[in-house]
């Protein structure tokens, strides 16, 4: 497939939908800090580039006829964990999120996007880390489970009702004053429940956090 030097971020575009990787990428040539170093039209194929190429984000198809986007995720994410995919899908359920993310994904948007929503989403992801819808983090929150149903042996396994409470607020895009009022506690509470819940998911922002609670299973998979 076509190589362009590197410049900035470094982006490989898999999609078995030929037309649609030719707008993003035309699109994408436009900004001067973003390069597309590589395509792929299967997972297989995107396996084997990544490998190569080393890119900075993967825009995964959730979907091809040349293979799962997930499986994709999934070797991609062993075999070269610098790489960070960022899964595209027409798809907007609970379910292809829960999926992509368990199987190594950091983010997850509409291909229905216009492209320049695209790309906006593209440096976003870029800058955090991660990448969630608000109306699908919203929905996922509503999945977390009870306390003990996580395992003991894991390190979320002593948050309190409070701290469930806390993320469930956090998924919903609450501010801390909101979920104060919530609650029924000052913002300085909230602060120091925010503070025990990163440092025990070991994360920066809320996103992270619900990414780690769907890898953990304290956001079920089950609907």
Same mark, same amino acid.
């Given at each position: ?26 699109? /994408?040539? #436009?900004?001067? $800090?973003?390069?597309?170093?590589? *395509? &792929? ?9 990544? @490998? ?35 899964? /595209?899908? #027409?798809?907007? $359920?609970?379910?292809?999120?829960? *999926? &992509? ?9 509409? @291909? ?112």
């Amino acid at each position: 497939m076509k190589r362009a030097k590197a410049k900035g971020l470094k982006v490989m575009l898999c999609d078995d939908e030929m037309l649609f990787r030719d707008i993003l990428k035309d699109r /994408l040539k #436009s900004e001067r $800090d973003i390069t597309v170093i590589g *395509e &792929a039209n299967s997972g297989v194929e995107a396996l084997r580039l990544v @490998k190569e190429l080393k890119p900075d984000v993967v825009l995964m198809d959730i979907s091809m006829a040349g293979g799962s986007g997930i499986e994709a995720t999934r070797q991609i994410t062993k075999a070269v964990p610098g790489t960070k995919v960022l899964m /595209l899908s #027409s798809y907007t $359920d609970e379910s292809h999120v829960m *999926e &992509a993310v368990q199987a190594g994904a950091y983010g997850y948007i509409s @291909k229905k996007l216009p492209t320049q929503e695209l790309v906006r989403a593209l440096r976003a992801f870029a800058e955090q880390g991660t990448l969630l819808p608000s109306p699908l983090m919203q929905r996922m929150v509503s999945r977390l489970n009870s306390v003990n149903r996580v395992s003991a042996s894991s390190p979320l396994g002593d948050l309190t009702q409070t701290q469930m409470k806390v993320l469930a607020l956090l998924g919903e895009g609450k501010a801390n004053k909101e979920i104060a009022e919530e609650l029924g506690c000052n913002v300085k509470t909230i602060k120091n429940h925010l503070n025990v819940l990163f440092q025990k998911f070991d994360v920066k922002n809320r996103t992270e956090a619900v990414v780690k609670g769907i890898r953990t299973g304290l956001i079920s998979g089950r609907f």
